[in-house]
């Protein structure tokens, strides 16, 4: 399939998603492997919405090894216009979410009422659907914990979503901590106490490593996991929890100036 044929078929289906209204109303050592379980099934859920809609055309121009290209494209978005629905799809299978532009940012909320839907979870989702990394990347998002009250149960992942599940976060599964895992079972965690900070992934060949940093000016620090992803890639940002995890406390994250760059980027 070549690139004017995946961008029509993207375009189609993007065309076709639902938009929610404005404001409608996941021992650290000994549990790595296990801690992975509960994002592999956010990954499911998560990818579930954007998968049948979007990526399915394509699939079978997706699962191969990613490109050696050297020329690289770049997309970034401070989102100082807000929410550009050319390139973002804000969605989510729940109730008691929201994903608004606000100051030049934009906020994931999951209220205190949010209830899971049919899936059996909830999500503040704001998806990159219309771009489509192919071979060497680099993605990154810069967050802010706005509303984040302890033992909250809630997970704030930037993912490689769908058909690729790897992923970089901060969560409260067990500790406040940053973690990353692909579907392979590959994990890493580091506690954490950061309030504000940036996610990041970074793939050279099939080979994904996940960090983290702490504001602008502090270096990177790499999640030593072995996480590995031959997909042509799509990315989502959100916040998640489920039926079990969630506190029923409001969590609200605001992310900013997200910055793509691949080898071979198509975007629409």
Known sequence: MDEDQLARRIVAAVDGLPVPPARRSWDPRASSRRSVLPFRAVALAVASIAFVLVIAPVIVSSVRPASSETKVVVFADDFASGIDTKHWTPM??????????????????????????????????????????????EVSIDYTLLDWP????????????????VNVRRDQFQTERYAASDNSGHAAIAPTEDRAGSLRLVRHGTSVVGSYRAGADRPWVELPAQLTSPFDATFQIFLFSDGKSFAGKKVRVAVDNFRLAATNLVCL
């Open 150 to 165: 302890s033992a909250n149960g809630t997970q704030f992942v930037l993912g490689e979503f769908p058909p690729g599940q």
């Open 92 to 137: 989510g299978p729940s109730t008691g979410y929201s994903v608004l532009a606000v100051n030049g940012a934009v906020e994931l909320t999951l209220e205190a009422s949010a209830t899971v839907g049919t899936g059996g979870y909830m999500a503040a989702n704001l998806g990159s659907l219309r771009c489509v990394a192919r071979g060497d990347y």
